[in-house]
Nanobody
Framework: QVQLVESGGGLVQAGASLRLSCAAS????????MGWFRQAPGKYREFVAAISWSGGTTNYADSVKGRFTISRDNAKNALYLQMNSLKPEDTAVYYC????????????????WGKGTLVTVSS
């Protein structure tokens, strides 16, 4: 079993930056690809970004390309999402996720989920 705990969410103004963190425990962190998903009110949970187990490859949703950067530090069992140039439409609960099906990163492929951290971007 793997436990994932997100942190770093909050209320920021449009154009601001925010860094989300995900602390992992249990299981074998290095053996999982990791990802970030988000879910806005009334919307389905959607893919944001993913990173391979080694951190060598990444992929992003078109809506965040050029603004968000996913990274991981396996020595610290940590996952990060640097979010720049935030927009009101980025407002959502952001979830840390672990999967062994990379590069498949669909919601249904996720093995473990964090509880989420809320990001609110005001205009």
């Amino acid at each position: 079993q793997v436990q994932l705990v997100e942190s770093g969410g909050g209320l920021v103004q449009a154009g601001a930056s925010l860094r989300l963190s995900c602390a992992a425990s249990g299981g074998t962190f290095n053996s999982y690809a990791m990802g970030w998903f988000r879910q806005a009110p009334g919307k389905y949970r959607e893919f944001v970004a993913a990173i391979s187990w080694s951190g060598g490859t990444t992929n992003y949703a078109d809506s965040v390309k050029g603004r968000f950067t996913i990274s991981r530090d396996n020595a610290k069992n940590a996952l990060y999402l640097q979010m720049n140039s935030l927009k009101p439409e980025d407002t959502a609960v952001y979830y840390c996720a672990a999967t062994d099906t990379y590069p498949k990163v669909r919601v249904r492929d996720i093995n473990y989920w964090g509880k989420g951290t809320l990001v609110t971007v005001s205009s």
